[in-house]
T-cell receptor, first 110, second 113 residues
Framework: RKEVEQDPGPFNVPEGATVAFNCTYS??????FFWYRQDCRKEPKLLMS???SGNEDGRFTAQLNRASQYISLLIRDSKLSDSATYLC???????????FGTGTRLTIIP | DAGVTQSPTHLIKTRGQQVTLRCSPK?????VSWYQQALGQGPQFIFQ???????QRGNFPDRFSGHQFPNYSSELNVNALLLGDSALYLC????????????FGPGTRLTVT
């Protein structure tokens, strides 16, 4: 079983729609959680950290369910510029190794 | 403020050869991590350097080795290249006390023929 599992997609979503991505992780010792965004042939960039209480950054909302070892990302009012691959990332406390999922590819359709 | 830089951008090598990739961390960062990203996959952790020592290592063979210099820059060396080593190699820098917050460089795309 992979340490971090994501639906690879692709997700093809019309502009303005809401889209949700899910991710599960297997290491219960994981303490830090993130969503990274990666554009085609570019480096990953931190989109947002994920906290147990959930957090929101503009159109983006991230949720963490420790009991189910499940992380989600919700994008509202999607824009063409949101087209990218979204990577779910976890890291154990005190261990700075980042473990990435395979990524979910999102394409926003005009 | 310069971000993470890597060189070269692209590289083509032949099986069995050796390669050295270079990384300069973001200003103020002292920790460098290296990742390998195969096509269609997420980045896989290779190793991390801090204070010129390898602090952590992922599931990569000894053919992969590295070094960190006193100015915090780093090199990744791969010996006896295999076709399967073809990938995007990413360097990420961070501050030791906040090493979960990593900033990635643009990567070096290595093709082994």
């Amino acid at each position: 079983r992979k340490e971090v599992e994501q639906d690879p997609g692709p997700f093809n979503v019309p502009e303005g729609a809401t889209v949700a991505f899910n991710c599960t992780y297997s290491n219960s010792a994981s303490q830090s959680f993130f969503w990274y965004r990666q554009d085609c042939r570019k480096e990953p960039k931190l989109l947002m950290s994920v906290y147990s209480s959930g957090n929101e950054d503009g159109r983006f909302t991230a949720q963490l369910n420790r009991a189910s070892q499940y992380i989600s990302l919700l994008i509202r009012d999607s824009k063409l510029s949101d087209s990218a691959t979204y990577l779910c990332v976890v890291s154990p406390l005190g261990n700075e190794k980042l473990t990435f999922g395979t990524g979910t590819r999102l394409t926003i359709i005009p | 403020d310069a971000g993470v830089t890597q060189s070269p951008t692209h590289l083509i090598k032949t099986r069995g050869q050796q390669v050295t990739l270079r990384c300069s961390p973001k200003s103020g960062h002292d920790t460098v991590s290296w990742y390998q990203q195969a096509l269609g996959q997420g980045p896989q952790f290779i190793f991390q350097y801090y204070e010129e020592e390898e602090r952590q290592r992922g599931n990569f063979p000894d053919r992969f080795s590295g070094h960190q210099f006193p100015n915090y820059s780093s090199e990744l060396n791969v010996n006896a290249l295999l076709l399967g080593d073809s990938a995007l190699y990413l360097c990420a820098s961070s501050i030791a006390t906040e090493a979960y917050e990593q900033y990635f460089g643009p990567g070096t795309r290595l093709t082994v023929t």
